[in-house]
């Protein structure tokens, strides 16, 4: 089951530039997107989410931008900090459902 | 600021026995989560508990598998007959609804069948 996508297992960003995490799903019923941070043996953190009637939101360093018509999402963080190094889990909600469906999760270095 | 606390955070237990982890959710939360994550695996819904009943489950919540909220604050989930594919991080979550809103996780509690 494969209805939520992060292709990257990992992805290595310099202190102080821009860290873009993507996410592609393939149930059209989703209508409701989070982005966790992991840190090993902690549970996922949340930190920011989308409803599909918006493209974009924005809380601080992290912007979520969300594109219907191509299933794809993705998180900017900006600018990258040390601790911002974590495993970053997108996950989809569908309508009228509980239950949240991850990502297999993009693991973020970030390089001082 | 409020969390989900888990206890125990390791718990190791021989194949057939029972387990009971235990969660207390944030206080104003009504709605409330198990997931697992098996190691190097994605993170899996479990089930969803709303207004003391199962709103929902998945095809790993097997008759093997209950919840309770034995009081105000505590929500239980309770393995019957452990398996050695039952090992896994097990996560707690709570949130305000059950759309439309984020559900906050506990740190997890690592289940260990030998």
């Known amino acids: 089951d494969q209805q939520v996508k992060q292709n990257s297992p990992s992805l290595s960003v310099q202190e102080g530039r821009i860290s873009i995490l993507n996410c592609d799903y393939t149930?059209?019923?989703?209508?409701?997107f989070l982005w966790y941070k992991k840190y090993p043996a902690e549970g996922p953190t949340f930190l920011i989410s989308i409803s599909s009637i918006k493209d974009k939101n924005e809380d601080g360093r992290f912007t979520v931008f969300l594109n219907k018509s191509a299933k794809h999402l993705s998180l900017h963080i900006v600018p990258s900090q040390p601790g911002d190094s974590a495993v970053y889990f997108c996950?989809?909600?569908?309508?009228?459902?509980?239950?949240?469906?991850f990502g297999t999760g993009t693991r973020l270095t970030i390089i001082p | 600021e409020p969390e989900v606390t888990q206890t125990p955070s390791h718990q190791v237990t021989q194949m057939g026995q029972e387990v009971i982890l235990r969660c207390v959710p944030i206080s104003n939360h009504l709605y409330f989560y198990w997931y697992r994550q098996i190691l190097g695996q994605k993170v899996e819904f479990l089930v969803s508990f709303y207004n003391n009943e199962i709103s929902e489950k998945s095809e790993i919540f097997d008759d093997q598998f209950s919840v309770e909220r034995p009081d105000g604050s505590n929500f239980t989930l309770k393995i019957r007959s452990t398996k050695l594919e039952d090992s896994a991080m097990y996560f707690c979550?709570?949130?305000?609804?059950?759309?439309?809103?984020?559900?906050?996780f506990g740190q997890g509690t690592r289940l260990t069948v030998v």
């Open positions: 979550a709570s949130s305000v609804r059950g759309i439309n809103t984020e559900a906050f």
């Open positions: 149930n059209s019923m989703f209508d409701y």
């Open positions: 996950a989809a909600r569908g309508f009228g459902n509980e239950k949240l469906t």
